[in-house]
């Protein structure tokens, strides 16, 4: 999920740049949203993980 944020962030870019305003902002909203889910299932992982009492791989 976080390398579909990436993704739409780099679209973004690459429209910034050649001046398409509308398509950037609507692809850094996206990647904005997509990384909050991801900040939010993230959360949710660690904790479901904490009440398990394992441990975290890395």
Do not use: D, E, T
Not at 6 to 30: E, P, Q, S
Request: proline share 2%.
């Amino acid at each position: 999920m976080l390398s579909w944020a990436l993704v739409f962030f780099v679209i973004a870019i690459i429209a910034a740049l050649f001046g398409f305003g509308g398509i950037a902002g609507a692809a850094a909203g996206i990647a904005k949203i997509i990384f909050f889910v991801f900040l939010v299932l993230l959360v949710i992982s660690l904790i479901a993980g904490a009440l398990r009492g394992k441990s975290p791989h890395v």
